[in-house]
C-alpha cells in the first residue's frame, strides 16, 4: 500500500523510471561491472539491474542513473 502510494506521488510529480534493459547509454546508466560472454551480439548489452534509476519525464534530467552490468567479450 505504501509502495503504490509513493509510485503514484512520484508519477504526479513527473518522475519516471529509466528503461535498463537493452543497450548500455552512458547517459542513464551507471555500469559497475562486467559479465563474460562469448556472443558477440550481447556485447555492451545490460546484463544485470542492480538499482532502478529515475529521470523526470519531460525535461529527461536524471535524478539518479540505472545501476548496472554489461556482458563483454
Not at 20 to 26: D, F, T
Not at 35 to 40: H, L
Request: hydrophobic share 35%; charged share 30%; glycine share 6%.
Amino acid at each position: 500500500m505504501i509502495y503504490n502510494s509513493l509510485n503514484e506521488m512520484l508519477a504526479g510529480l513527473g518522475v519516471e523510471e529509466i528503461e535498463a534493459e537493452g543497450e548500455l547509454n552512458p547517459e542513464y546508466h551507471n555500469c559497475i561491472s562486467t559479465e563474460d560472454t562469448d556472443d558477440e551480439s550481447k556485447e555492451d548489452i545490460i546484463a544485470n539491474i542492480y538499482q532502478k534509476g529515475y529521470m523526470f519525464a519531460e525535461s529527461k534530467q536524471v535524478i539518479r542513473p540505472a545501476t548496472v552490468s554489461v556482458y563483454k567479450k
